[in-house]
């Protein structure tokens, strides 16, 4: 995020964030769009309770004497909601000065805050967006500076219970069409793959396709005043023609090709983010005939290409 003047022009400070670690870790980074009118950032990975570590490096133009009345350095945890700012919260907040009023800068101001609790999974949505980042902040009397640096968090921590039970759903009009579904679970992780048939049990209408569709459905407010953003993250073809009275279609739909998160559910009171099977058939008069069935996705640490310890040790912080 750039750094402004109080009247919108460049500022002559340039503040840098630089996040390190100790020589025995080796960090991942991810590449994120965390701002849709900003370029891709890349993000590196934090688990709860690890440390936040770096320095920050404050320069003025042409060699000048930068006047402050104190330098400090935060790590945020925020959820802001885009179509209602009194909802927006930073539920962490962790403050350390760098600097006092008027004191010299050194070349490199360095930080460290210990066992940072970090209990909920970053999330980039339509309408609400949950960030960790550092802010550094340069108060100064006509506007202070600020400069932010995003890190990822990502949570491993699979549903207590897996039931690895059926789903079966039916659609029906009377006498015209009666439709069974049934899909192998309702509980995936991201990278899984959805298993399931379809029954044409009857069928007098002529139905000219089908679609299965992954819906992604954003809930934020307070009830009764909740507002809902729903997206469409993939549509798959699984049936282009008339089906007749007796047939099976199988489905076999691969996660790990879609731009999935976790089941998320009223996160700190305030969103909730809930995955969605729609199933659609058409007839040849473009009449949709559907049916809905919920499904709950969890992130595991092979989804991301990490080991499976991560887990365990999410396990043992707990």
């Known amino acids: 995020m750039s750094v402004a003047s109080l009247f919108g022009f460049s500022a002559p400070v340039d503040i840098k964030i630089q996040l390190t670690d100790t020589e025995q870790v080796q960090r991942k980074t991810f590449n994120l769009i965390v701002d849709k009118s900003q370029p891709v950032q890349k993000l590196p990975l934090y688990f709860d309770r690890e440390p936040v570590r770096g320095k920050v490096s404050i320069k003025a133009s042409q060699g000048k004497r930068l006047e402050h009345n104190g330098i400090r350095v935060e790590c945020v945890g ?38 940072v609790e970090k209990q909920y999974e970053c999330y980039y949505g339509i309408n609400v967006q949950l960030r960790y980042f550092v802010r550094v902040i340069v108060a100064r009397r006509m506007g202070n ?20 039970h059926s ?27 959805i298993v399931g048939k379809i029954f044409f049990l009857l069928v007098r209408i002529k139905i000219k396709y089908m679609e299965l569709c992954i819906v992604r459905r954003e809930t934020t407010g307070f009830a009764p005043n909740t507002y809902n953003e729903s997206e469409t993250v993939s549509k798959f073809e699984i049936m282009d023609g008339a089906p007749v009275r007796g047939e099976i279609i199988p489905i076999r739909l691969f996660l790990g090709g ?24 058409y007839d040849e008069e473009n009449r949709r005939y559907y049916k809905q069935q919920e499904i709950f996705l969890y992130r595991l640490p092979e989804d991301d290409g990490l080991p499976k310890e991560i887990q365990e040790r999410e396990r043992d912080a707990d």
């Open 167 to 193: 789903i079966k759903m039916e659609v029906g009009i009377e006498d015209c069409l009666h439709i069974e579904f049934e899909y192998n679970k309702s509980t995936y992780h991201l990278k899984d793959v």
């Open 258 to 281: 879609y731009d999935l998160t976790p089941t998320f559910r009223d996160v700190n009171k305030r969103f909730s983010v809930r995955y969605y099977l729609n199933l659609v058939l």
């Open 78 to 115: 925020s959820i802001v909601i885009f179509n209602d700012s009194s909802q927006s919260k930073e539920f962490l907040c962790l403050s350390q000065e760098l600097a006092s009023p008027g004191e010299v800068l050194k070349p490199n101001m360095e930080f460290e805050f210990r066992n």
């Open 145 to 164: 500076l600020v400069k932010e640096s995003d890190i990822l968090v990502r949570s491993y921590d699979p549903p207590k219970e897996v039931i690895p």
